[in-house]
């Protein structure tokens, strides 16, 4: 399987949440330079800050999206009883790396390393600088990581397509009537109703061809009036609703639709949430019918 650091090294990054812990310089009874100390842990010190600030653009969406985060945190104890740290907190897309530090005294300051981002080894040589030269760190005590890659992406299963008996089992168990109306040896039809008014759902873009999945479905319901459709009520709904666009179709029936795309992921929990906007907007322009 390889170590951490080979893992770390990969040009995949580890997968989020990831979070890790040690030590990263041993101590030594006699003080050490920045530069001897730089030397001692760069290898590792590197591999951290490669994994937690920087964002290849070629990983992007695959080891690395918008949502996601990096902590890192280097403290010592120069007293007993005392904690001085260094914190690099980033995400993609900025300029730059924050930078938090807190010495003996409890001092703080923040500041942002601008272009750092892009170039590891120039951030590790500005890390040792600080946990030298402005918190006083000498080598003669341990030197502790902390590493944390987070996201505030949540994980679930999703639906990248959906076949007619997947989705007939969901909408049944939602509370709604649902029966796939097959034809031409095809089941890319549901019926199912919003209390006494009947809709659709039809399915679009089968792939692979020949799999009976889809990456679209779209919910349909149709409103037919005695002569023609009332002038300004296809205006008034789409003025007033978001989820659905209203229309007359070609028999002069009024058409009410709504597409729900599949293609990158939809949870079964967010296919719920759709149908029951589905349901009230439907509902909705019933009772302003009656």
Known sequence: MGTQNDWLNQDGMPSRPFEDSGTLVK?????????????????QLLVHLKAACLWPESQRDKAWRIGDYSDYLLEFSPAPGTIAYAQFWSEPDEDGVIIATRDAAENLERSVAI????????????????LC???????RVPLAFRLRLGTR???GLVFESICA????????RWGYVAEIDGHDGRSNLVRSAVGAHPFLVAFVGERPQGSSEYGMIE?????RFEGEVPGSLVNTINQNTIAARASVDEEGDLAVQSPIVLHGGVSAENLRMNFGIWKQTIEE???GLN
């Open 153 to 155: 992406l949540k994980a």
């Open 285 to 287: 322009i019933v009772s």
């Open 115 to 130: 272009g750092a981002a892009r170039n590891a080894r120039t951030l590790g040589r500005e890390a040792v600088a600080i």
């Open 27 to 43: 101590p030594l009874r006699t003080p050490r330079t920045a530069s001897v100390i730089f030397a001692a842990c760069e290898r």
């Open 165 to 172: 008996s997947d989705l007939v089992k969901l909408l049944r």
């Open 133 to 139: 030269k402005r918190l006083g760190y000498d080598g």
């Open 219 to 223: 919910l349909r319901a149709y409103f």
